[in-house]
């Protein structure tokens, strides 16, 4: 074998030797997020995909957050493939949203817009149909209280983003933690 071919069949299975440990890496990383409290992110509703640390600390309005939706819900996402299957207790895998509206907060929501305490968000739309073309189910238009113990979760940097503008709040004991980036792309 000539010097220069066997520089490249050596350099050829490094590069598949880095691949197959990165690919590894990730699958350990996966498998293994809730006990180094990491969660990989292949979304971007409300943050850049990326790999994120969970923090169990408080989390106020503005904080990114993994939540784990109520049963009903996380059975309607994963149906409709908009969740896959994980390791909350309805058998979906958390959400990753932005807090946007806490208790005694007042969510406005119309057709065009989303605004908390009468501060508009922008991207905040709501959507008839889904990227699939089906019908999507929204909370009435009009001003909700917030009630206590509960949260509202948005991402409005997709919008196609299935938040609680189609959901409504969910229980605030279901946030796992506030997300922290850890490497994104």
């Known amino acids: 074998m000539t010097r220069s071919r066997w520089v490249t069949v050596t350099r050829a299975r490094r590069g598949l030797a880095v691949l197959a440990v990165s690919i590894a890496g990730a699958a350990a990383l996966a498998t293994n997020g809730r006990f180094f409290h ?3 992110t292949i979304t971007d509703s409300a943050a850049p995909a990326g790999v994120y640390r969970v923090s169990e600390v408080p989390a106020g309005r503005g904080a990114l957050v993994a939540a784990c939706l109520p049963a009903a819900i996380a059975r309607t996402g994963i ?8 390791d909350c207790p309805a058998g979906a895998e958390p959400v990753a949203k932005v807090i ?8 406005d929501l119309e057709p065009g817009w989303v605004a908390v ?5 922008s991207n905040s739309q709501t959507a008839v149909c889904d990227s699939a073309g089906r019908p999507l189910r929204h909370v009435p238009s ?13 991402g409005f940097n997709d919008a196609r983003s299935w938040d609680a503008r189609y959901f409504g709040p969910i229980p ?6 506030v997300l922290s980036p850890v490497v994104t792309w």
């Open 38 to 40: 990491l969660r990989i």
């Open 79 to 86: 149906a409709r493939g908009y969740l896959r299957e994980g």
């Open 100 to 107: 946007g509206a806490v208790a005694g907060d007042v969510v």
């Open 117 to 121: 305490n009468g501060v508009k968000f």
């Open 142 to 154: 009009g001003a909700h209280q917030v009630s206590a113990g509960e949260v509202w979760l948005f």
């Open 172 to 177: 605030r004991d279901g946030v796992r933690g």
